[in-house]
């Protein structure tokens, strides 16, 4: 996919049919949805790329909530957007693990990628617990 730029961003929320406010230094956009939810979002006046990493991703899934194909066609297109019933779902982050946690499991043998595995911190305490007893899970 393309990078996407500022231009991108504002010819989605006119073909998506946004209402635009010319403030001093963005466009600020509402859209009011069917099931009464309104989105926001603000596009800078500036045609370049939105070059900040993860910054595109985040307002495809928070202020957008259309998918990066889907956000795409409606540019190419037109609208408008086709969005799920429910808000786009934000990647699911690994579980946070205590940092005493994964030192030790380093210690015992356990590998990094076996680690990251983990679902969770109560999952990680039962595996530290079995490798100090000398015993696989």
Same mark, same amino acid.
């Given at each position: 996919?393309?990078?996407?730029?500022?231009?991108?961003?504002?010819?989605?929320? &006119?073909?998506?049919?946004?209402?635009?406010? *010319?403030?001093t230094d963005h466009w600020r956009c509402t859209k009011r949805l069917p099931d009464g939810r309104t989105l926001r979002t603000k596009v800078s006046f500036g045609s370049g790329e939105i070059g900040v990493p993860g910054l595109f991703a985040a307002i495809l899934r928070e202020q957008l909530q259309v998918t990066e &194909? &889907?956000?795409?066609?409606?540019?190419? &297109? @037109? @609208?408008?957007?086709?969005?799920?019933?429910?808000?786009?779902a934000a990647p699911t982050k690994p579980p946070s693990l205590d940092?005493?946690?994964?030192?030790?499991?380093? *210690?015992? @043998?356990?590998?990094?990628?076996?680690?990251r595995a983990l679902p969770s911190q109560s999952e990680a305490d039962e595996l530290l617990r079995h490798r100090r007893e000398g015993r696989r899970p």
């Open positions: 996919m393309p990078q996407p730029t500022h231009r991108d961003l504002k010819k989605f929320c &006119e073909n998506d049919r946004w209402d635009p406010k *010319k403030r &194909e &889907e956000f795409w066609r409606v540019v190419r &297109e @037109g @609208g408008p957007a086709q969005r799920p019933d429910a808000p786009v940092a005493t946690t994964v030192l030790q499991l380093r *210690k015992l @043998g356990v590998s990094l990628d076996d680690i």
